[in-house]
């Protein structure tokens, strides 16, 4: 299983950027999916996140800008990030409880991250 990160890059502040992460290889099921960022010399914090029905929670920080949303016949995820602030930027990490179809063993998969540049 893998999951693969895409969207991000530079923008200026309150432009707009749409993250995406698809899970592939031996997928059975997805549980929640998520989105995680690390800025340099800070911890990695949630940002948001989303059950397989659609239920989703954000940071306090991103709540009003940010919106999660998933594609289950896809497994996919994507943060659509508007208004976008200086603060915003950091390494953006995907993040997925996974069942794998070999073995039937639910994991927790990271994506490689995908780094977002807001510009002042």
């Known amino acids: 299983v893998q999951l693969q990160a895409s969207g991000g890059g530079l923008v200026q502040a309150g432009g707009s950027l749409k993250l995406s992460c698809a899970a592939s290889?031996?997928?059975?099921?997805?549980?929640?999916m998520g989105w995680y960022r690390q800025a340099p010399g800070r911890q990695r914090e949630v940002v948001a996140g989303?059950?397989?029905?659609?239920?989703?929670n954000y940071a306090a920080s991103v709540k009003g800008r940010f919106t999660i949303s998933r594609d289950n016949a896809k497994n996919t995820v994507y943060l659509e990030m508007n208004s976008l602030k200086p603060e915003d930027t950091a390494v953006y990490y995907c993040n997925a409880g996974v069942k794998d179809s070999d073995y039937l063993v639910t994991n927790d998969y990271w994506g490689q991250g995908t780094q977002v540049t807001v510009s002042s």
């Open positions: 290889g031996s997928v059975f099921s997805v549980n929640v």
């Open positions: 989303i059950t397989s029905d659609g239920r989703a």
